[in-house]
């Protein structure tokens, strides 16, 4: 099982689980849990072979991955929990697995926060995404991360973000981030369905105006879903539960609040 920490508030039934981006941890939520905790229960998580979650001792059988397989992960927890229900709050490509969670287990999912979300990769994206796919044996694994890292997040305000997502990923044996680099590079059908199938969840995007990769396909698909909306963050980019911490808290918990009026 997924390793995971709860923060409980006493006589408070609704959930709030937060979902980290591929390289990352349980850790970028740092500056999120004091503020949700104050409201909500509480969970956060390690995805498979980051933080301290272990990967599955079938996965050195099968170095293909799944986002059915890696969902399915996130579903084991909630019912370990007993969470029959709970917002979702993601960021980067965790906004992708809280997407397909909600496909498949709709009557899981209250609400969804999506932080730098991915709803499309666009042509500069798969051109970078192929070009890791073809040197990925030849290139070490950490400076793939860096160049990526570095061209979603490039100007000198996301340099903590940057930092802490590098960082993270020195933590990923070689073996586990090629796993994740090929689950990556082949999203695109899958987020093609998500963009034509509005789902019926309220669902809160919160986005840099920065984020010069994701941002445009975001703003189409809002004006295109009855219950999505949008936040644009000035002068941040990807990270901006990192970047913008304030902002994303505030706006987050505003959204979850209105939901409940």
């Known amino acids: 099982m997924l390793n995971h920490y709860t923060y409980i508030k006493q006589g408070h039934s609704q959930w709030v689980t937060f ?25 956060v998580l390690d995805l498979r072979g980051h933080g301290r979650s272990k990967p599955k001792l079938s996965d050195a059988l099968n170095t293909n991955y799944t986002f059915n397989a890696i969902t399915k992960d996130i579903i084991e927890v909630l019912d370990h929990l007993k ?3 709970s917002h979702f709050v993601g960021i980067s490509l965790g906004t992708i697995l809280i997407r397909n969670l909600a496909e498949i287990h709709p009557q899981r999912v209250q609400s969804m926060i999506m932080g730098g979300a991915i709803l499309k990769l666009n042509f500069r994206s798969q051109v970078l995404m192929r070009f890791g796919v073809v040197f990925k044996s030849v290139i070490p694994y950490m400076y793939l991360y860096k160049l990526f890292a ?38 695109n059908p899958l987020l093609r ?69």
Request: glycine residues 4%; positive net charge.
């Open 150 to 187: 570095f061209i979603i997040m490039p100007r000198k305000n996301h340099k903590a973000s940057r930092l802490l997502f590098i960082n993270e990923a020195k933590k990923l044996y070689q073996k586990e981030f090629m796993r994740w680099f090929k689950l990556a590079s082949e999203i």
């Open 19 to 43: 979902v980290h981006g591929a390289g990352g941890s349980s850790s970028i939520w740092f500056k999120q849990i004091r503020s949700f905790r104050e409201h909500f229960n509480v969970l």
């Open 193 to 261: 369905f998500f963009r034509l199938n509005d789902i019926a969840i309220p669902t809160m995007y919160i986005m840099g105006d920065q984020d010069h990769l994701f941002l445009p396909n975001v703003k189409k698909i809002v004006g295109q879903h009855k219950l999505a909306s949008l936040h644009v963050i000035p002068q941040c980019g990807h990270v901006v539960n990192v970047e913008q911490s304030q902002i994303f808290n505030y706006t987050s918990l505003n959204f979850l609040n209105s939901l409940s009026d």
């Open 83 to 85: 969470i029959e229900k």
